[in-house]
């Protein structure tokens, strides 16, 4: 049985060479590998729902996209890899949300984190994508990620949040506000 492995050091392959396991880069991608992992738990409470396929549907092609981001930034990010996101795809993504957004009860109350498993799921994706854009700003800065991945991510966000609004809504689930 093997021993010892090649990451026992910190270190781990990732844009061409091996760096260690808290750089920007590696973190990153682990945000969106987690991001990807709990996106995945919410698609299977999703599907199983017949109101809520075409929402489940939605999020594999949320977290094909991640993979794709994560391997862009993998390779060596901008300049290096063809950048993942097009004009395009940020504007289907921002219609969307601004799409659901207008079919959706608006508030400018905070909402308390609960209810049915799947709200709660999108709510925690959406927590950690937050978290991944947050990593993101540094590979941002560092002209590792574009610029139009960047805004994916923040307008995924956006998306995950309108979701949580939506599936919430679809489930007869009436949100809890704060204040």
Known sequence: MKTSHKGDEGLTGIMGGRLPKDSP??????????????????????ESKEELKEIGSEVKEIQVKLMKIAGYVGLGGKGRAKA????????EL???????????????????????????VLNLARTVC?????????????????????????????????????VARKLGFHEEYLG
């Open 25 to 46: 880069p590696v973190e990153f991608v682990g945000e969106v590998d987690e991001l990807v992992a709990i996106l995945g738990i919410a698609r299977s409470l999703l």
């Open 130 to 166: 937050r978290r991944a854009e947050r990593r993101a700003v540094k590979l941002l800065r560092e002209s590792v990620l574009d610029e139009l991945t960047y805004k994916y991510l923040n307008r995924l966000s956006d998306l995950l949040y309108v979701y949580v609004k939506l």
């Open 84 to 91: 993942p996101v097009s004009e395009s795809e940020l504007k």
């Open 94 to 120: 921002e219609d969307k949300v601004s799409w659901i957004w207008a079919e959706l009860a608006k508030t400018r109350k905070f909402i308390i984190p609960s209810g049915p498993l799947e709200v709660t």
